[in-house]
């Protein structure tokens, strides 16, 4: 059973540009949240996803955005990209919004974007 | 709101030693309580969560925790560790109900387990 994944694993861009970043959810999950990981903290809520649509979304600007397929899948955009965005880029699945199963997360390994 | 407080940034401790990892929340409504581990370069994953029920928790590789309402506290307890144990780890919070499935995640404590 394949759990979470994320492409590309490390990426390298330059100021102002744009970055996709994609995530498969875990076999049978259908919702998919993104989180950021800066060096020496927590992971940060960006948004999730569920039914094609953004369901709840954190502190983050409309630079982030992001976009959920039928089969499940979610990519996340990043557009004018500042120095600051450098971090780790979390995905996690879980069962949609609804009982006890939809607390727990299950995380990918994440895409290391480095901004110069 | 939530927010959650790891008190110790990092935590040294030597083989076969016992360890404690210190995690308080707070929040204006009841939470379900999560510890999560990344080991480096990789992703986190689920170590023990409380839901309900006893408020003692256990994993499969030997970590327990403790949920204290009155404390607010969810502390990460190990008997002895191995090296194999260093790793990052996180508290996590999720507010019970509202609609919100969300966890908010303390900044992690580092785990560094010496020969």
């Known amino acids: 059973d394949a759990g979470v994944t994320q492409s590309p694993t490390h990426l390298i861009k330059t100021r102002g540009q744009q970055v996709t970043l994609r995530c498969s959810p875990k076999?049978?999950?259908?919702?998919v949240s993104w989180y950021q990981q800066a060096l020496g903290q927590g992971p940060q809520f960006i948004f999730q996803y569920y039914e094609e649509e953004e369901r709840q979304r954190g502190n983050f600007p409309d630079r982030f955005s992001g976009h959920q397929f039928p089969n499940y899948s979610s990519e996340l955009n990043v557009n004018a990209l500042l120095l600051g965005d450098s971090a780790l880029y979390l995905c996690a699945s879980s069962l949609h919004p609804t009982g006890q199963g939809s607390y727990e997360q299950y995380f990918g390994p994440g895409t290391r974007l480095t901004v110069t | 709101a939530q927010s959650v407080t790891q008190l110790d940034s990092q935590v040294p401790v030597f083989e076969e030693a016992p360890v404690e990892l210190r995690c308080n929340y707070s929040?204006?409504?009841?939470?379900?309580l999560f510890w999560y581990v990344q080991y480096p370069n990789q992703g986190l994953q689920l170590l023990l969560k409380y839901l309900s029920g006893s408020t003692l928790v256990e994993s499969i590789n030997g970590f327990e925790a403790e949920f204290n309402k009155s404390q607010t506290s969810f502390h990460l307890r190990k008997p002895s560790v191995h090296i194999s144990d260093t790793a990052e780890y996180f508290c996590?919070?999720?507010?019970?109900?509202?609609?919100?499935?969300?966890?908010?995640f303390g900044r992690g404590t580092s785990l560094i387990v010496h020969p």
């Open positions: 929040s204006s409504v009841s939470v379900y």
């Open positions: 076999s049978g999950h259908d919702t």
């Open positions: 996590a919070v999720t507010p019970v109900g509202g609609g919100s499935y969300i966890p908010t």
